[in-house]
Each structure stands twice: as C-alpha cells, then as structure tokens.
C-alpha cells in the first residue's frame, strides 16, 4: 500500500535559515503529493501541492518539486521567520471517490529570533 | 476559504460521561474524516464517509461511533468516555476533484478525568 516518511524533528533553526524536510513516498502510479502545515492550536492547512511528476509547488516562499525518479517531495524554503513554527505534514493523495489519504507522521519545526 | 467547523473547541468531562463532538462543513463536500492527534502529531484516522447515510472505520480502532444524515454534518459520539479517550481530535473534509485536498476544522481538545 501506499506510505509517506517524513524526517523526524524537531527542527531547530535560527531566524533566515534555510529550511529543508525531507519526505519520500511509496505508491504505485501517479498519486498527487501535498504539504499541510499546522500552527499552535489549529487544524492542519493546505500549504502546498503537486499533482504530477516535475511539478513545482509554491506558497508563502515555501517549495516543494515532485520527484519520480527519487520518490521524493522536500519541502524548502529559502530563509524562515520565527512566524513559520508549526508542525509540517507531507501526505499523498489519489484521485477516485474511495481512496483515502495517506499522510506523514510531521515534523515539528522551531525558529529561533 | 475553506468553511469547516467542530465544537466545542474544549471539552473536559468526567469517566462515564457521553459526549458527542460535532463537525460541520458548508463546503458540500460528499467525504468527511474524523483523526485523532496524538501528543507527537501523528495523525490517526478513526472514522469516514463518502457521503449521506455512509460511514466506515479509520484504520484506528476507536470506541467511538459517528452519524451521517446530511451532508453538511458529521458529529462524533462516545458513549462512555475513558481517560484514554484525552486526545485532539480534527474534523476534515475533502472535495472531489482530481486534487482531493482536505479541508480541516480547529479540532477539539477533549480531557477525560
């Protein structure tokens, strides 16, 4: 069946660091990968998606490619805000009324001042 | 804007009590989700539907029992809650399209003493 792995965290990071969490997949065909992320005391939301191998996501200075070859969706970002704590979840979805999603197990990131 | 929402945000209650949490979403979404969150973040399903007068069990065995009469509405019953039952528990809802990206509410916070 279909699995995602997420690096564990957490992540500590100093304010205008670069970010990277590291999420592969296994799953047959041609599933749509996302990142949700999740801030103190919220739901989780959509941060970012992409439905097909080669495709770039992009939100909020975040980014993330999708990677046949390698199996792989990392996030990253260029330099983080004490703003971005959150907990960051990487999940894989199909298209088709039954199927349902399968999501990491998240990654707590921490930004310092 | 995604419009889903749970109450009550809180809950705290006694050994034995029945609660019932509600989720509700005016999105017209047809599949609904209820995870449970444990402390490390990892999400858990519990329960779904497809839609009206659908509902099928999470790969999380739960006590809990859930209810789909109208599209809009899928509330969450313990019928005697446990100590074991304290967790965060997210409401989700997803949109058929090719994406199916899920749309989460707040989540409710719920201690059992």
């Known amino acids: 069946g279909d699995s995602v792995t997420q690096m564990e965290g957490p992540v500590t990071l100093s304010e205008e660091a670069f970010l990277t969490i590291n999420c592969t997949y296994t799953a047959t065909g041609y599933p749509s990968l996302f990142w949700y992320v999740q801030y103190p005391g919220e739901g989780l939301q959509l941060l970012l998606k992409a439905t097909k191998a080669d495709d770039k996501g992009s939100n909020k200075g975040f980014e993330a490619t999708y990677r046949k070859e390698t199996t792989s969706f990392h996030l990253e970002k260029g330099s983080v805000q004490v703003s971005d704590s959150a907990v960051y979840f990487c999940a894989l979805h199909r298209s088709g009324g039954s199927y349902i999603p399968t999501f990491g197990r998240g990654t707590s990131l921490i930004v310092h001042p | ?113």
């Open chain 2, 1 to 113: 804007e995604a419009d889903i929402y749970q109450t009550p945000r809180y809950l705290v209650i006694g050994t034995g009590k029945k609660i019932t949490l509600e989720c509700s979403q005016t999105m017209g979404h047809d599949k609904m989700y209820w995870y449970q969150q444990d402390p490390g973040m990892e999400l858990h399903l519990i329960h779904y539907s497809y839609g009206v007068n659908s509902t099928e069990k999470g790969d999380l065995s739960s006590e809990s029992t859930v209810s789909r009469i109208r599209t809009e509405h899928f509330p969450l019953t313990l019928e005697s809650a446990r100590p074991s039952h304290t967790s965060q528990y997210l409401c989700a809802s997803s949109d058929r399209t090719v994406t199916d990206t899920q749309y989460f509410g707040p989540g409710t916070r719920l201690t059992v003493l």
